[in-house]
């Protein structure tokens, strides 16, 4: 395959704005897309190294994965290792243990699974994840488990065969990635069958160069400026906004496409990009893809998480690219003395030991025992609160009622609803009462009326809201048609708030049942740093104020909600005043995880409290 420079600066265009991007830089909130033009290159480089040795009859699965490991793992290996102290100096246990499972999923390839595994409401934000980049490598390797022995296979049958083979799957990627983003844009993103058809977007491009001269003259220079123009476009116009990949995501495919297509020397955008700043850069590119992320993560967790502080780490970032591309990446891709059985063999055991750190941490929970016991059993706290905020509440989900005396309700609402479900628990409100509960997120709106709700929520979560649907679920309607009374809570926002007077008198003209609206709580800014860095014999008398937009919230609340259905929860958790809100117990037990989620130390301190709220003893 002759090389192209072109292709080298075309990695510089993906490269940079992804870094960019992670450095939280304004104009590149699209700078994401860099890696669907990394996708394509892929794509395209590989199948065109595959054709020619299939052409040549050299084609060999073995000779592939020497080749990739010779590749991918040397310079992930080392970063990988550079990661392990600072991992252990800045992770909190729970981190680190996350971080252990990050080991063990990389150099299996499945990290992209592992992250998208992580998400979720409670999941730690990806910027603080040293290893979260390496979800890409993940996609493209398991990609290639089934690409070239399908190309081999299909090589020599009939061409129109091979373009219904690999464009059934093409049409069935795109199709899985329009619809899942759509439905929960973190499965789209993560998981591969959303991202194959960007790879093959790439591979076409390798078979239409194989049979057909590249687009010249001006038209193909015209071609190429669209195809960078596309890119460009989609790195300052996309964001977090964006239904992304989906069908947003053929644009810099597109782009790309172009640019690999039409990117001929003579013509100017290929001149640009076989510049020697450009290949240079895009030589460094997959070292500086590697490094930037665990480099942008640790001075995150150092608290230097600013953009300024992130540019100013972008010199060291390119020290250790060329470092790794000089000293590690090129000398290994390129020494023939190093006998393929000696690359898989050390692939094989960095890939064990990695693996067996990873477990070690894992099973060490984050080497916790570093902590003072009443700190271990703070983090238990923090650990548990997951699977406790969800149990019962999803437990009950469209749960019947009983023939029994017991008064029945139903409870809608997010997490604030399972926490509310939690307290009544704890308060032994179940002797009394019977609960039947509907999950609706709080993007999703807790309301009930025939009003245009798209409006208000994000085109990224607007499928999923119709999917999961409000009390207008067809299950949820018997025990609606039964109930005594309809209780809703949730994170309330502000269009949200609007909506509940007609809601409220929607619901009770349509079941006849007595309906409640509970206000939002909570105690100032928590997590786990800081409550760790509260010294241990002040938590019992530690206070502070309550959030000001949950207090201006709660405000809009009173004022909009009719007193009769409302019920503020905000100043009794907080002891009868939201500006010194408790936050630990006597005993040195949290209340809450993030200002606003309840442990369960928490649920049973708020049981009495809620109980008098609603007039039971």
């Not at 993906?14 to 939280?24: N, S």
């Not at 730690?124 to 979260?132: R, T």
């Not at 990949?245 to 496409?257: S, W």
């Not at 409220?504 to 105690?523: D, H, Q, S």
Request: hydrophobic share 50%; aromatic share 14%; with cysteine.
């Amino acid at each position: 395959m002759k090389y192209r420079p072109e292709i080298d600066g075309l990695r510089t265009i993906a490269v940079l704005p992804v870094i960019l991007f992670h450095a939280e830089i304004a104009p590149f909130h699209g700078g994401y897309v860099g890696v669907d033009v990394f996708f394509v290159i892929s794509g395209y480089l590989i199948t065109s190294l595959l054709l020619g040795d299939i052409a040549a009859g050299q084609f060999s699965i073995v000779n592939f994965y020497e080749r990739r490991i010779r590749r991918i793992l040397p310079a992930l290996f080392t970063v990988m290792l550079a990661t392990l102290p600072f991992a252990y100096i800045f992770l909190l246990p729970t981190e680190f243990e996350a971080y252990g499972k990050s080991l063990i999923a990389v150099p299996t390839f499945v990290s992209n699974v592992l992250f998208w595994s992580e998400r979720g409401y409670f999941g730690a934000a990806a910027d603080l994840k040293p290893l979260v980049h390496t979800w890409s490598l993940a996609v493209e390797e398991q990609f290639y488990i089934f690409f070239p022995p399908l190309l081999a296979f299909l090589a020599y049958r009939a061409r129109w065969l091979k373009a219904a083979a690999f464009g059934a799957i093409f049409l069935l990627s795109l199709i899985a990635s329009w619809y899942l983003t759509r439905l929960h844009f973190e499965t789209g993103f993560y998981l591969p069958v959303s991202r194959i058809w960007e790879l093959l977007t790439g591979a076409a491009c390798a078979v239409w160069l194989r049979r057909h001269a590249p687009l010249s003259g001006i038209g193909g220079a015209a071609l190429a400026a669209l195809g960078l123009a596309l890119i460009l476009y989609s790195v300052f116009a996309f964001d977090s906004r964006t239904i992304f990949p989906g069908v947003m995501a053929a644009v810099p495919v597109a782009g790309t496409a172009l640019v690999i297509l039409a990117g001929l020397p003579g013509n100017p955008v290929a001149g640009v990009l076989a510049s020697r700043p450009f290949v240079f850069i895009g030589l460094l590119s997959y070292s500086l893809y590697l490094w930037h992320q665990p480099i942008f993560a640790f001075l995150r967790h150092a608290g230097h998480g600013d953009e300024w502080a992130l540019l100013a780490t972008l010199p060291l970032v390119f020290l250790a690219s060329w470092l790794s591309y000089r000293f590690i990446e090129t000398p290994v891709r390129r020494n023939r003395a190093l006998t393929r059985r000696q690359i898989f063999g050390w692939a094989l055991a960095g890939s064990l030991a990695f693996i067996a750190i990873g477990a070690a941490i894992v099973l060490s929970r984050g080497a916790i025992n570093r902590y003072a016991p009443e700190d271990v059993a703070l983090m238990e706290q923090f650990e548990q609160t997951l699977s406790y905020n969800e149990e019962a509440f999803d437990a009950a989900q469209f749960r019947p009622f009983d023939t029994s005396d017991r008064r029945k309700i139903v409870i809608a609402g997010d997490s604030y609803a399972r926490d509310l479900y939690n307290v009544l628990r704890e308060g032994g409100v179940e002797d009394t009462h019977q609960f039947s509960t509907k999950r609706i997120n709080a993007e999703c709106g807790n309301v009930f009326t025939e009003q245009d709700l798209s409006v208000y929520i994000s085109p990224l979560r607007q499928e999923r809201c119709r999917v999961m649907m409000r009390l207008d679920h067809p299950d949820m309607q018997p025990m609606l048609e039964d109930a005594d009374e309809i209780w809703l809570t949730g994170r309330w926002n502000e269009w949200v708030i609007s909506l509940l007077p007609q809601t409220i008198a929607n619901l009770e003209e349509t079941y006849g049942a007595r309906v409640r609206v509970f206000g939002l709580k909570n105690f100032g800014p928590m997590n786990m740093t800081r409550a760790l860095s509260i010294p241990i014999e002040d938590r019992p008398n530690f206070r502070q104020p309550a959030a000001e937009y949950i207090i201006s919230m709660e405000a809009d609340m009173k004022e909009i909600v009719p007193s009769k259905y409302f019920i503020g929860l905000l100043d009794p958790f907080c002891a009868g005043d939201h500006r010194t809100c408790p936050v630990f117990s006597p005993d040195g037990q949290i209340f809450t995880i993030d200002g606003g989620h309840l442990t369960q130390a928490g649920a049973q301190h708020m049981a009495p409290i809620l109980k008098g709220l609603i007039g039971l003893p």
